[in-house]
């Protein structure tokens, strides 16, 4: 699914946009009816913070979730492309739906996912799996690329309740960088490196922007679950992880811990 430039772009820039991926209609229709059925199913949880929709009650949130996104979750072309960029050995350690309604002020601020992770070494790659048409004008995700090769970026408080981060990458920092914006088709997706800066305008669009994020990390680095970040505010001490591909490479990594029965 990745060509050899499609690789060497996600090296140099931190992202990349295949273009032979593409989510067939029919499973795209069952994702959507999932992704109904999970806002219907938790109603006390905000639409931008559903947390491992993929498993069914599973920790840190509770999240009732849904079969179809396991299945995209395993799915082999998925698989392929990860495996292209972080090595054959991969784990699956989160998912996390993101819907952001139409008409509604919720942000993602400027930041580096890997200031927020207990994941050592640094080497994540996000899945960004488009549900809805995602554009500039309903809140696409923008990045400043080749981002990812500094792992240093400052972060401050900011503890406005229109974001969904509260520790951001200041404005004055990313005067002069390039930004580019990830718009998407429905069934598209886009590939990112744990260290890229990236964020998301508010949707003030009359149109939903939904879409569900995979995050994989190579079976040689290690989640830390004891680990204390001065960025996060979350539980990763219950997070259920899985093998998905090949070995596991890493003793930190506990793969019963937080595993339910559906």
Not at 15 to 30: G, H, K, N, S
Not at 159 to 187: C, F, H, K
Request: aromatic letters at 6%; one cysteine or more; hydrophobic letters at 40%.
């Amino acid at each position: 699914m990745l060509t050899a430039d499609e690789i060497a772009r996600y090296e140099e820039d931190g992202y990349v946009i295949p273009q032979a991926f593409r989510v067939d209609p029919e499973t795209l229709a069952a994702l959507r009816e999932a992704l109904d059925a999970v806002l219907a199913g938790n109603p006390d949880i905000m639409p931008d913070r559903m947390i491992n929709p993929h498993l069914h009650g599973g920790p840190p949130y509770g999240v009732k979730g849904h079969a179809a996104f396991d299945a995209i979750a395993r799915d082999s072309a998925v698989l392929d492309m990860v495996a292209a960029v972080i090595g054959p050995d991969v784990i699956l350690w989160l998912s996390h739906l993101f819907c952001k309604l139409p008409d509604t002020p919720r942000a993602v601020p400027w930041h580096q996912d890997g200031q927020y992770w207990p994941i050592r070494p640094w080497a994540t790659c996000t899945v960004w799996l488009a549900l809805d048409k995602v554009d500039r004008e309903n809140g696409a995700m923008r990045v400043v690329p080749g981002s990812h090769r500094r792992r240093d970026w400052a972060h401050h408080a900011d503890a406005s309740p229109d974001l969904t981060l509260n520790q951001v990458i200041g404005d004055d920092q990313l005067a002069e960088q390039d930004t580019r914006y990830i718009e998407l088709e429905p069934g598209q997706a886009s590939l990112h490196d744990v260290g890229i800066v990236h964020g998301s305008a508010a949707n003030r669009s009359g149109r939903r922007r939904a879409g569900l994020a995979l995050r994989y990390m190579p079976a040689t680095s290690g989640l830390h679950r004891d680990d204390v970040l001065p960025l996060a505010k979350f539980d990763w001490t219950t997070l259920p992880i899985e093998l998905v591909r090949g070995e596991n490479r890493n003793a930190v990594n506990n793969f019963a811990v937080g595993h339910t029965k559906n």
